[in-house]
């Protein structure tokens, strides 16, 4: 198997978004997720070129998770696949199984929450810092219009981050995942693999457009490629803009948070009614959302129209006790002029 030369216009698209975009700095180790389609395939063939380079010198470990939700042989095919190609490289190869069909609620949810516990649990295990995942520019166009659909807010057209901590990852060292394809396309990404003469692996359930988002790559984007051949890039870029703003409205929440908050305990909060009776609803609202993401509770499960609730709730004029209810087992409950958040079971 032949290596392409070093300067192909997509590794040196990925070197520079691995050390830029995602910030991996030299020496690092990392756990790159490969299915054996063609973008993880690229992102693996990219990353082996770039491992050994001067400046780069980068550990890698290969990953495939096996989520028994296709019949047999395909999966297991799609496994052999990626521990031989991961031996053609030289490379450790990882491999995992989850069963999302087992879990309790959406599967494709439930499918996505158990993979990256699975790769981040690994990345514990061989003390790596960063996770890779091959999601380019075409997977962000779709991600931002799903949200669009959803009629998702500025945070949510903020879409896939080049970098993030993984949610639940609060001890100490960080573990971040990282997308240094997101300034690719799709067409790039084969384009690549037929240089390369690679071949990858079909999941034929990407065919099936009662997935939202399979049906946004069938019958929308192309569409739209039509319209603005660059719209991929257009996405991405409009994502990170509004990524952006996120951050600036986060360091105002912050500040906002600090400034009602009467008790910070790790797993209790307690707040100034009074005081949050003060900030506008949009800012209060913001707020909530920052101080329950840093007591480690999931923020994407609690959406917008519960967060107005709350806001409503703690600046009308009612008395008494209520509670709202949070995601994970937590409540917001107002009592008198505190705010209370914490455990349903917490003492009171």
């Known amino acids: 198997m032949d290596h392409a030369p070093h300067y192909h216009p997509l590794v040196k698209t990925v070197a520079r978004d691995l050390r830029h975009r995602c910030g991996v700095p030299a020496g690092a180790r990392l ?24 400046g780069f010198n980068l550990d890698l470990h290969v990953a495939h998770i096996h ?37 309790a609620g959406n599967r494709a949810a439930a499918a996505r929450r158990l993979r990256y516990a699975t790769l981040l649990e690994l990345a514990r295990e061989v003390d790596a810092r960063f996770i890779v995942t091959a999601h380019h520019g075409d997977d962000q166009l ?127 909060r307690i707040l100034d009614r009074a005081a949050a009776r003060r900030v506008a609803a949009p800012w209060l609202g913001l707020a909530l959302r920052w101080i329950v993401g840093e007591m480690g509770i999931a923020t994407d499960r609690w959406p917008g129209r519960a967060v107005d609730r709350a806001v409503r709730a703690i600046r009308d004029d009612r008395g008494g006790v209520r509670c709202l209810g949070l995601p994970g087992g937590y409540e917001l409950r107002i009592e008198g002029g505190k705010v209370i958040i914490a455990a349903m079971d917490a003492p009171r």
């Open 67 to 103: 989520h028994h939700l296709r019949p047999e042989p395909e999966p297991s095919a799609d496994a052999a696949f990626v521990e031989q190609l991961a031996a053609q490289l030289g490379l450790p190869c990882h491999i995992r199984h989850i069963r999302p069909a087992l879990a």
């Open 142 to 268: 779709e991600t931002v219009l799903m949200r669009l659909l959803r009629g998702s807010g500025v945070r949510g057209m903020a879409a896939m981050r080049w970098r993030r901590r993984l949610t639940g990852d609060r001890q100490p060292p960080p573990v971040h995942l990282v997308r240094p394809m997101l300034g690719l396309t799709r067409s790039e990404v084969e384009r690549w693999l037929s240089h390369l003469e690679q071949p990858w692996r079909e999941d034929r359930t990407n065919a099936d457009t009662t997935s939202l988002r399979n049906a946004l790559r069938q019958r929308i984007t192309p569409a739209l490629g039509q319209l603005a051949h660059d719209v991929a890039a257009k996405a991405v870029a409009m994502a990170d803009r509004a990524a952006e703003a996120t951050h600036l409205m986060d360091r105002a929440a912050r500040r906002i948070a600090r400034r009602i908050s009467l008790e910070t305990h790790p797993d209790r």
């Open 31 to 54: 756990v790159v997720a490969v299915s054996g389609g063609a973008d993880s395939t690229a992102l693996l063939r990219a990353l082996a070129l770039l491992a050994p380079r001067r």
